[in-house]
């Protein structure tokens, strides 16, 4: 089973570029979300979905923005990168309220 | 607002040493509590919950309770072995009926490694 799978895994961009990463999941999951990882500060939530077509601010959107216009596929945009978005990103899915997320394994972006 | 606080890592110790990695948190309410595993190169994945207090769960020989006098769920394990080298995520959710959305409070992640 594929679960969460991301795309790409590595990325490095010079500051003011754009890019999207892709996530996929095959789990037929209602609620989908991104998450940002830097040292010493655990994950923090960007955007999350709560089904095909919606969006919602989590704690850092500020220079993200999301789509979900599948409800298998969540995409988080930068529309113009700078230094301070260099992280580690995991996307995950999951059903509402239990607690267990599935996550994928990450893309590593870079921003120069 | 709702927070989770772990121990500060790197936690380093030898094979069938041990283990306890401190967690308390602070939320209005009575929230949900898990403990996430993410191994090197991997996404996290869940390794238990509990959802009441005084509830243990327990996954891999890891334990942990539940206590709301405390506000903490500490994680235990008997005796590590070098593969339960990892990160460790204590969280907590709030709310039942959809009103959380599923949205998860981590901690900051406790690092372990094990040495044989």
């Known amino acids: 089973n594929a679960g969460v799978t991301q795309t790409p895994k590595f990325r490095v961009l010079k500051t003011g570029q754009s890019m999207t990463l892709l996530c996929a999941q095959d789990m037929n999951h209602e609620y989908m979300y991104w998450y940002r990882q830097d040292p010493g500060m655990g994950l923090r939530l960007i955007h999350y979905?709560?089904?095909?077509?919606?969006?919602a601010k989590g704690e850092v959107p500020d220079g993200y923005n999301v789509s979900r216009l599948k409800k298998q596929n969540f995409l988080l945009g930068l529309e113009s990168a700078a230094p301070s978005q260099t992280s580690v990103y995991f996307c995950?899915?999951?059903?509402?309220?239990?607690?267990?997320?599935?996550f994928g394994e990450g893309s590593r972006l870079t921003v120069l | 607002g709702n927070s989770v606080t772990q121990m500060e890592g790197p936690v380093t110790l030898s094979e069938e040493a041990f283990l306890t990695i401190n967690c308390t948190y602070t939320a209005t309410g009575y929230p949900s509590l898990f403990w996430y595993v993410q191994y090197p190169g991997e996404g996290l994945q869940l390794l238990l919950k509990?959802?009441?207090?005084?509830d243990k769960g327990s996954n891999k020989g890891f334990e942990a309770t539940y206590r709301k006098e405390t506000t903490s769920f500490h994680l235990e394990k008997g005796s590590v072995q070098v593969s339960d080298s990892a990160v460790y995520f204590c969280a907590l959710i709030l709310g039942s009926g959809g009103t959380s959305y599923g949205k998860l409070t981590f901690g900051q992640g406790t690092i372990l490694t094990v040495h044989p």
């Open positions: 509990a959802t009441k207090a005084d």
């Open positions: 995950a899915s999951g059903t509402p309220n239990t607690g267990e997320l599935f």
């Open positions: 979905s709560v089904g095909e077509g919606t969006t």
